[in-house]
């Protein structure tokens, strides 16, 4: 090889060598400040009156059977939380029985509570939900509440539920969307249940209970549920309040989160990046699909709803924009475990309380992003679709276990209610730096 084309070829090397440098040197200025999501502080409006629905048709009554041993929880969560209102709200609790229509209670709270323990007020007939959830969410005032304790099983009475069931899910969604910022919360309860079923779809056939279906068997963790409907924010304040006992599951529609927002930590990172958490600034030295960076960000989320801790720790929640970026971005949630790791940053979250932590892990990056939005939904949780039941007649006993029958006909209705309402709950934003 003649020198003309080593040098040729050296020279070459020199380019590519300098364009590498280069590249490396462009990727070391890439910086960006991190903005967390601020929510705006909104008044919340008083609260002046809660106006408590029992829902009190026959199936009701096997959740308090006083005559068999087992759990029973409603026979508690009730009398505790109704106690825990009137002390809290200064006496402004309202109880109604419903099957189609409400009733108001007027007897004393002593009365209520034992005819609920014996299960003399759980002596209705079969209600129209539909109704059910109609009155309750009409009750609804700028300055009111209204709270649903039902098995929210479907019922049509002469009609076929599994045929019509469409009936319910757009008289229920006709009611929600004529309330302006509405916010909603289901509570799920699990219990034993030895109690009346119907006897068949039309409700017809005998009226003796012991031919009827699961006559005389315990089924266990059966499921009942408290609705709070309110304004979002009154909602939102009552539910915080650790006053619903021990739910099994919980999901929220149109409630933001308690004021929460993410914080930058120095540390776990890793690969070529630097952090200034006293600046909000990140500074990624370089970055390759073999030679990853990954920064982490805490949040507060003690006093928010146990379903916004399960949102959060589901990478599904999550979006992020750029769209192209979800090739090369991984997301990692933890839980407090994370102080059990080397090198974290244990001040930070200690002084802030934080109690979940997010994790991007970023394996490329166009050096032309300008900004890079990371947002947590509030999408429906797997429990909602796993409770509903097609159908409950003619099916053995441990086929119920966690299922309501026809669940769906009444989240079909909120979730096309609330479908176009801002369902974010927390979100971050990296904005790239001028040099």
Known sequence: MNNKIKNYMFSKLILLFALAMLMISCTEQLEYEFVPYHQTIQETPALERINFFLETSVSMKGYVNSDIVGHYPLKEVIPFLITDL?????????????????????????????????????????????????????????????ILVSDCIPDLGKSNTRVHSSKITTKIYHHLIQKEDLGVVVFQYLSDFNGTYYYDRLNTGSGNPRERPYYNIVLQNRPFYIWVFGNKHIVK???????????????????????????????????????????????????SQNRPVQFTMGINLHKQLRGFHKQFMDSNNYTVEPGFLKETIVLKTKNRSILSEKNVDKPTIEHEKLSHFLQPIFHDLNPNTEKIKITLFNKNPLWIKQTSLDDDLGIVADSLTYKTFAFNTITKAFDRAFKSQNDTLAHFTLTKKRQ
């Open 86 to 146: 009137d002390k809290m709200y200064n006496d402004i609790i309202q109880i109604y029985t419903i099957t189609n229509s409400p009733r108001k209670y007027r007897q004393d709270r002593q009365r209520f509570e034992d005819q609920l323990n014996k299960g003399t007020i759980l002596e209705g007939r079969s209600s129209k939900l539909q109704n059910v959830f109609g009155h309750v969410i009409d009750a609804v005032k700028e300055n009111s509440v209204s």
């Open 237 to 287: 304040e009552l539910v915080s309040r650790d006053i619903f006992g021990k739910y099994a599951q919980s999901h929220s529609y149109n409630i933001p989160m308690n004021n929460a927002a993410f914080h930058l930590l120095k540390n776990p990172r890793e690969g070529k990046i630097a952090i200034n958490i006293e600046n909000n600034l990140l500074r990624i030295k370089e970055i």
